[in-house]
T-cell receptor
Framework: GEDVEQSLFLSVREGDSSVINCTYT??????LYWYKQEPGAGLQLLTYIFSNMDMKQDQRLTVLLNKKDKHLSLRIADTQTGDSAIYFCAESDYGGSQGNLIFGKGTKLSVKP | NAGVMQNPRHLVRRRGQEARLRCSPM?????VYWYRQLPEEGLKFMVYLQKENIIDESGMPKERFSAEFPKEGPSILRIQQVVRGDSAAYFC????????????FGSGTRLTVV
């Protein structure tokens, strides 16, 4: 079945770059997403990428997609303590509103001052 | 424009009781999705509803769980005869009709079964 894998933990120092990696198995994935979850809160959509793109940049966030290897990464430049959260990778076949999202287990990012 | 509203935020139930979780989608959204997050896990899809219709319930346990989204009022996720394994965070998301990339999630209901 479809599966999304992420490393569980990442620790960085404030000001460094963070890179969170994700692999997925569904070759028909059309959209790939990164969500952020702060403690006790719901999920906030950070960014998304279409499968026909290989890179997307949005301020401090850079998403890289290697469709051949089914590998997705999220780079956060100049990481701040407020970036500490759990980051979820997710994929879907559609635009997210006609089907369900398949989530990874999340990567817990800890930012040390 | 309020976001997706879920209530209650926290719910404690004894084994065997019923749990009712409510979700009001964003204004203008007519698609509702329920997800469950077990401790240390990612979110797992449960059910996708539109007004008065269940579109996809492939992630719903076969017994004790049901969901509805009536013409008027919030969507309800109902768990009958709860067991300890039902303890989880339950998230609702909504999206507009005709599409929309990604969803808007609510803050979740954290169910604890004692």
């Amino acid at each position: 079945g479809e599966d999304v894998e992420q490393s569980l933990f990442l620790s960085v120092r404030e000001g460094d770059s963070s890179v969170i990696n994700c692999t997925y198995t569904d070759s028909s994935s059309t959209y790939l997403y990164w969500y952020k979850q702060e403690p006790g809160a719901g999920l906030q959509l950070l960014t998304y990428i279409f499968s026909n793109m290989d890179m997307k940049q949005d301020q401090r966030l850079t998403v890289l997609l290697n469709k051949k290897d089914k590998h997705l990464s999220l780079r956060i430049a100049d990481t701040q303590t407020g970036d500490s959260a759990i980051y979820f990778c997710a994929e879907s076949d559609y635009g997210g509103s006609q089907g369900n999202l398949i989530f990874g287990k999340g990567t817990k990012l800890s930012v040390k001052p | 424009n309020a976001g997706v509203m879920q209530n209650p935020r926290h719910l404690v139930r004894r084994r065997g009781q019923e749990a009712r979780l409510r979700c009001s989608p964003m204004k203008g959204h007519s698609h509702v999705y329920w997800y469950r997050q077990l401790p240390e896990e990612g979110l797992k899809f449960m059910v996708y509803l539109q007004k008065e219709n269940i579109i996809d319930e492939s992630g719903m346990p076969k017994e004790r769980f049901s969901a509805e989204f009536p013409k008027e009022g919030p969507s309800i996720l109902r768990i009958q005869q709860v067991v300890r394994g039902d303890s989880a965070a339950y998230f609702c998301a909504s999206s507009p009709p005709g599409g929309g990339l990604g969803y808007t999630f609510g803050s979740g209901t954290r169910l604890t079964v004692v």
